[in-house]
């Protein structure tokens, strides 16, 4: 149980496309979803916390407008990365919080997003 | 001072060893302590879970966690080359808040 899919896998898009990550909680429901970025080496960086219903919280120094979250319902969040440039090229990884675990926390990770921009 | 402090490594030790994996925090407040192995290119797998203080024991992993040191600690007994990964500590006060280490990178030669 407590399984995340994310979609796609790794994506290669030109500079200043958009592009759509999805993150699934598939066989449990969560109120509450976060998207991290992982560069190379590097520990977990949050960038926001998406709640079902609501809008997102973004982290200090993260673009609301460049990254774009929709919760849309309980096993689904979208992460939109707008108008992307190279440095933006990253992995992208959510997580889940299954509905009432809220309080401990207890995140299960989607196995990431590989995004390269050209 | 970062919050949460753990060596990057890499560590590398010989098949059937103890390994100890440790990370040190500053936020008294943190109460709920995790650690995740992270294989390359894959997300991070929840390993274990303990609420404050004490030990917990699940198979060849055992995690210890000192709130009085602000220390917390992963066991991983009879290593095999499996056990090859990431593995980052994580640790929160309360919901939303989750920070994590920089990760340790163990390898487990045969």
């Known amino acids: 149980g407590a399984v995340v899919s994310q979609h796609p896998s790794w994506v290669i898009c030109k500079s200043g496309t958009s592009v759509k990550i999805e993150c699934r909680s598939l066989?449990?429901?969560?109120?509450?979803m976060f998207w991290y970025r992982q560069f190379p080496k590097q520990s977990l960086m949050l960038m926001a916390t998406?709640?079902?219903?609501?809008?997102?919280?973004?982290e200090q120094g993260v673009e609301k407008d460049k990254f774009l979250i929709n919760h849309a319902s309980l096993t689904l969040s979208t992460l939109t990365v707008t108008s992307a440039h190279p440095e933006d090229s990253s992995f992208y990884i959510c997580?889940?919080?299954?509905?009432?675990?809220?309080?401990?926390?207890?995140?299960?990770f989607g196995p990431g997003t590989r995004l390269t921009v050209l | 001072q970062k919050e949460v402090e753990q060596d990057p490594g890499p560590l590398s030790v010989p098949e059937g060893a103890i390994v100890s994996l440790n990370c040190t925090y500053s936020?008294?407040?943190?109460?709920?302590f995790m650690w995740y192995r992270q294989y390359s290119r894959k997300g991070p797998e929840l390993l274990m879970y303990?609420?404050?203080?004490g030990n917990k024991e699940d198979g060849r992993f055992t995690a210890q966690v000192d709130k009085s040191s602000k220390y917390i600690s992963l066991f991983i007994r009879d290593s095999q080359p499996s056990d090859s990964a990431t593995y980052l500590c994580?640790?929160?006060?309360?919901?939303?808040?989750?920070?994590f280490g920089a990760g340790t990178r163990l390898t487990v030669k045969p």
């Open positions: 997580s889940a919080v299954p509905s009432g675990r809220i309080i401990r926390n207890e995140q299960f």
């Open positions: 994580a640790m929160s006060a309360r919901s939303n808040d989750m920070r």
């Open positions: 998406s709640n079902e219903g609501s809008k997102a919280t973004y």
């Open positions: 303990t609420y404050s203080s």
């Open positions: 936020n008294s407040a943190f109460q709920y």
């Open positions: 066989d449990f429901q969560a109120t509450t």
